[in-house]
C-alpha cells in the first residue's frame, strides 16, 4: 500500500501519475524542480524495485528529464536518488542554468526555499499537467 | 570516441568496465564513493543515450548500488547524475553512513577530498575489482 512521505507531502504539488511513478511539483520557485515517487511501499532504492520497475522507472526519469530540459530550455538538469533525510524512494529532476543563484552547487540545502504565489502555482501546475500529457500520464 | 574527461581522470581511479560504463572509484577516503560512465562521446543527459543503453545503465547502476550497499554495510546509497561541473555523463553512488562527516547533507562540495594512501588505494582497488568480479565486468 503506498501513501506519500508526509515531506514530501507538505512541500510538493501533484502533477499527476505515471504507470510507476506519481510526479510531483517541489514547491520552490527558485528552480523548476520535479520530483518521481515510484507508489510502491517500503522501498528507499532503486534496486530494491523489482528488475520491471527499475527499467520503468528509467523511462519515466528520461521522459521527465527531456521533457523539462526542453520547455525549461535548461543548461543542465540534475537527476539524484539522495533520500538521507525523506527514506521513501524518490528521484529528483532538478532544472539547472549557468545563471541560478546556486550554480554549479547542487541545489539541497543551499537556499530556503521560496514558495510559489498562489496564481503562479496553478498556472505552474496546468502548464506542466499540459506538458506531461501523454496516453501513459494521468494529470491529478 | 570515448576519452574519459580530463577530470575525471585527475580525481579517480579506473576499477572495470562494464558492457556500457567505465567504473571508476573516487579518490576521496571519506567516502566510498563510485561512478559510471556510460564509454559514450558527447553525452551530458540519461536521457540522450538510446534507449537501449539508458536501460542497460539502470541496470549497471543498480548492480553497483546493491553491492556496494551490501560490502559496506551502507545507511543510504546516493545516487546522483548532476554534471554542472563536468558535463560528460557520470553518476555517483556514494555510500552514506549516519554518522558520516557531513550526514544528512549531499557530500558534493562540502569537505575537500582526502586522498586515500598509497597502500589502502591498491587494497582498496584490488578489493573492489574482486567485489564487481562477474561475467559482464572486465577489471582494469
Known sequence: MFNLHAQ??????????????????MNDRQ????I???RKAQISEVYQLSVEDQQ???RESCKVSA????????????????????PQLHIHHIVRYKHDPVWPKPVWGML????????????CLAELRLLFSAEDFSPL
Open 56 to 58: 520503468q522507472l528509467q
Open 67 to 86: 521533457a523539462i530540459a526542453e520547455h525549461f530550455n535548461a543548461d543542465k538538469i540534475n537527476v539524484a536518488a539522495l533520500g538521507n533525510v525523506v
Open 8 to 25: 514530501l507531502a507538505k512541500d510538493c504539488e501533484t502533477i499527476g501519475d505515471y504507470p510507476l511513478c506519481r510526479l510531483l511539483l
Open 31 to 34: 528552480f523548476p524542480w520535479l
Open 112 to 123: 530556503p526555499s521560496v514558495a510559489y504565489e498562489e496564481d503562479e502555482r496553478k498556472k
Open 36 to 38: 518521481l515517487v515510484p
